[in-house]
């Protein structure tokens, strides 16, 4: 399978937004919307990165499914469209519907989910002819903007398949290796580490990929969504640590409790918690990393400068 490398003119500065769990279509994600225009009149901003489950409840079944307009082109309407959307796959952008299959012998039913997740790569190439907003060129693939590369995951570890997940492992490892940027970002969307309702990476596979990232490979961090609230995570490595922002409140309110045992086991520290919906601003100008996080008023919560 051909992979992507997005390339763009470098830059020793780059401002961007990240942003998940968005698709919705409701009042929330309006206001998020409202709040992005608003962040995005004060500062120059190059890019959105997004953090999974793009379209609720179970993703699209084609390019010519509304919920792409009525859940992604109608909130964002008043963004830009040269402001580009790079986009990641959540599991409700697979699916959750169930169904019966077809083709089994009679008297045997078997309930299965839905994949609706080549939608959403169909979706990329339709947007792109148009000039509009949304970026997905592969389930996994690298962009690059700045002195940033960005390494972007398809977490979905129960929807696909053994050698799908060893094929991205593969490359997602071998071009962090061979990425010669300041500034090297994981991106997925199911959490590693989380003081909400998913806590820890649900899947022993997903868990294994990341401590082997993280411990041999130079990532600087990595960003996600899946849990609704905006954290951020000190995780200790073998011989450093690495933070883990989770930014999952571009569409609905925090529900749940915090569980501050789910950091016990390997004793990463939580830095800063929010249930508030909103997004986190990245500034990144040559050797510092600077994430700043807002509500959906603007109301600027928490900052945190990364320096290499």
């Known amino acids: 399978m051909k992979r992507t490398k997005k390339k763009t003119k470098s830059s020793g500065k780059i401002n961007f937004i990240i942003i998940g769990d968005m698709g919705k279509g409701t009042k929330e994600q309006y206001k998020v919307a409202d709040s992005m225009k608003k962040i995005m009149k004060k500062q120059k901003y190059s890019f959105i990165q997004g953090l999974g489950d793009n379209i609720y409840p179970d993703g699209c ?5 509304p919920l ?13 469209n040269n402001i580009k959307w790079y986009m990641c796959l959540g599991n ?10 077809t083709g089994l012998p009679r008297g045997i039913n078997q309930m299965l989910f839905r994949d609706n997740s080549k939608s959403q790569l169909d ?26 590369e960005f390494f ?8 696909i398949s053994f050698d799908l997940i060893k094929e991205q492992r593969k490359y997602i490892k071998n071009a962090i290796k061979k990425s010669k940027k300041k ?29 082997d990232l993280g411990n041999n490979t130079d990532i600087d961090m990595y960003l996600c969504g899946h849990d609704h609230c905006k954290s951020l995570i000190m ?8 933070p883990l922002i989770v930014c999952g409140t571009g569409g609905e309110r925090y529900d749940y409790n915090v569980y501050l045992s789910k ?46």
């Open 92 to 101: 409700h952008d697979y699916g959750y519907s169930p169904f019966f299959s």
């Open 152 to 159: 972007v995951l398809d977490t979905n570890f129960d929807r």
């Open 68 to 80: 792409f307009k009525e859940n992604f082109e109608k909130p964002y309407k008043g963004l830009p």
């Open 123 to 148: 979706y990329h190439k339709e947007s792109q002819k148009k000039g509009g907003k949304w970026i997905m060129p592969s389930r996994f693939y690298t962009h690059t903007k700045g002195p940033i």
């Open 235 to 242: 995780k200790p490595l073998k011989k450093r640590k690495i």
């Open 183 to 211: 500034w090297k970002i994981l991106v997925g969307h199911h959490t590693w580490r989380s003081v909400a309702e998913h806590g820890s990476a649900e899947f022993p596979e997903l868990e294994e990929l990341f401590t």
């Open 263 to 308: 950091l016990n086991d390997d004793k990463s520290e939580l830095e800063y918690f929010s249930p508030n919906l909103g997004v986190c601003t990245m500034e990144c100008s040559g050797n510092t990393l600077r994430a700043t996080f807002y509500d959906e008023k603007c109301t600027e919560e928490y900052s945190y400068l990364f320096e290499k």
């Open 61 to 65: 079944n084609n390019i010519e499914d």
